[in-house]
């Protein structure tokens, strides 16, 4: 597969790994509810929820997917190539929220999710690896 | 500690940690497919490679200190705060590991870390 190709095609996988995990975790999150005291054995039994809660656990298991996966594209992609990129993590996540849980966008939120798209239109247009601009590749 | 301190703090370690996770995996060798033998392999030199464990270690330092910074002050001021370690990463990656930046990934960098701003912000 291309170099090209392969970058974009682990981006889509780790963004989409990224936003599911979120909406997991938060769907989840949601039903485990918030700790009745911020004490040690408050914070303690829901931990011990959520760890039973198999959309917490999914979530969970879904970023470790989108950490190996942004592991996986820093070992032939630039650093300040994948990070900008994996921003758009933050617009799906929102998109996600609005979209699937009924959350509110507020207009300057909006106004956020037009900017970083912009920023990653403009960053993809640049090659993902300076070593490929160096020396060509085998 | 004040809360900007402990900002600092939150962005030093983001952006060191994203540098040391880059050097390692560049050394661990390009996942060049996703076989189970590669990633096997690969993933094996990572785990053992001293900089992956370095830049692991210095993100859950990272986020360690956020959830410290966000008992403190609010989310919508902390978050936006910790954008601005995008830009740091970039000025790192660019004489640290020595990455062509170019004038647009610049303009689009800086684009990017406004818009996470904005998002959390709000």
Redesign the interface.
């Known amino acids: 597969?291309r170099r090209d190709l392969k970058t974009l095609v682990i981006l889509a996988l780790a963004i989409l790994a990224n936003g599911a995990g979120n909406l997991s975790l938060s769907y989840g999150m949601k039903s485990v509810g918030p700790p009745e005291a911020w004490t040690l054995p408050g914070l303690w039994d829901v931990v011990g929820t959520a760890l039973s809660s198999a959309p917490v656990i999914a979530g969970g298991l879904l970023l470790l997917m989108f950490f190996?996966l942004f592991?996986?594209l820093?070992?032939?992609a630039?650093?300040?190539?994948v990070?900008?990129m994996i921003?758009t993590c933050?617009v799906v996540s929102?998109l996600l929220g609005y979209l699937v849980l009924g959350e509110r966008i507020?207009l300057?939120?909006w106004?956020?999710?037009?900017?970083?798209?912009?920023?990653?239109?403009?960053?993809?247009?640049?090659?993902s690896s300076?070593d490929a601009?160096k020396s060509p590749a085998p | 500690m004040t809360t900007a301190l402990l900002v600092g703090l939150i962005v030093v370690c983001f952006s060191f940690g994203?540098?040391a996770?880059?050097r390692g995996?560049?050394q661990?060798?390009?996942?060049s497919?996703l076989r189970l033998a590669v990633l096997d392999e690969?993933?094996g030199r990572?785990i053992r490679s001293p900089f992956?464990l370095l830049g692991g270690a210095l993100q859950i330092v990272a986020f360690v200190t956020y959830l410290v910074a966000l008992s403190r002050r609010d989310l919508s001021y902390v978050f936006p705060l910790t954008a601005t370690s995008?830009i740091v990463?970039?000025v790192a990656?660019?004489y640290m590991?020595?990455?062509?930046?170019?004038p647009?990934?610049w303009?689009?960098?800086?684009?990017?870390?406004?818009?996470?701003?904005?998002?959390?912000?709000?």
């Open positions: 597969m190996a592991l996986s820093l070992s032939w630039d650093l300040s190539y990070l900008p921003s933050f929102a507020s300057v939120r106004a956020g999710i037009a900017l970083v798209s912009i920023g990653v239109l403009l960053v993809g247009r640049t090659g300076s601009a | 994203d540098i996770l880059t995996m560049k661990a060798g390009e996942v497919s690969v993933g990572a992956v995008d990463t970039t990656a660019r590991l020595h990455e062509r930046v170019t647009m990934r303009a689009g960098v800086v684009i990017v870390s406004l818009g996470i701003a904005l998002i959390s912000a709000s």
